[in-house]
């Protein structure tokens, strides 16, 4: 038995068919871009499904994980602490491919592999750095590796998509790449980055 099953059973059988509605009604607001970025954030889906939609939630996650997909929440931006309530509210909810980002097929990302490897360089820079650099240095650092247009065009592309975040002339790892990125392949990077600069001083 589902898990939607489940919770149709212990609301009642008299629910099933408002259950589904928000679920399919969660599913359209999750893709269904209507802002600059995907998703939608938490306190846009508590107005529409109620205070218990991260139930809705869930029972969606489980579905949707059969065609490799899941449903994952990031914040844009660290705060104070919160209540759990409040962090669900202020978080961005959406739809990302069970893979890691870098593990990923590019062209389903609507990425090229040579795109996704300046993305892969960038964050091996920046995660070390406290995941913030000028953008000056680490375009300076990229064309030492990548063509010169290459890399402003990419950069530029990342920015837009949320893979990063700019601020005045300093460049923030964005909540995009902390969703779709796993910390396992963010560990890697930076040990690929530190062996690189160790063997380029040696």
Request: proline letters at 2%; zero cysteines; aromatic letters at 8%.
């Amino acid at each position: 038995m589902s898990l939607g099953k489940r919770f149709w059973r212990a609301e009642g059988m008299s629910e099933e068919a408002e259950v589904s509605r928000k679920i399919g009604k969660a599913f359209q607001m999750l893709v269904l871009q209507k802002h600059r970025y995907p998703g939608v954030k938490g306190w846009e889906l508590r107005k529409v499904l109620g205070k218990d939609y991260t139930k809705y939630i869930d029972i969606l996650n489980i579905e949707i994980e059969k065609l490799g997909l899941t449903i994952k929440s990031v914040f844009e931006e660290e705060g104070e602490q919160r209540s759990e309530i409040e962090k669900s509210d202020s978080a961005r909810f959406f739809v990302v491919f069970k893979d890691s980002l870098l593990g990923s097929e590019p062209g389903t990302l609507g990425l090229r592999i040579d795109d996704i490897a300046v993305l892969a360089t960038s964050i091996a820079y920046m995660v070390p750095r406290q995941g913030k650099v000028r953008r000056k240095d680490l375009e300076q650092m990229l064309r030492e590796k990548f063509p010169k247009w290459k890399v402003q065009l990419n950069l530029d592309r990342f920015i837009r998509r949320g893979y990063l975040l700019e601020k005045d002339d300093m460049l923030y790892i964005g909540w995009r790449t902390k969703a779709e990125v796993d910390q396992k392949t963010l560990l890697n990077l930076i040990l690929s980055e530190g062996t690189s600069s160790k063997e380029s001083k040696g």
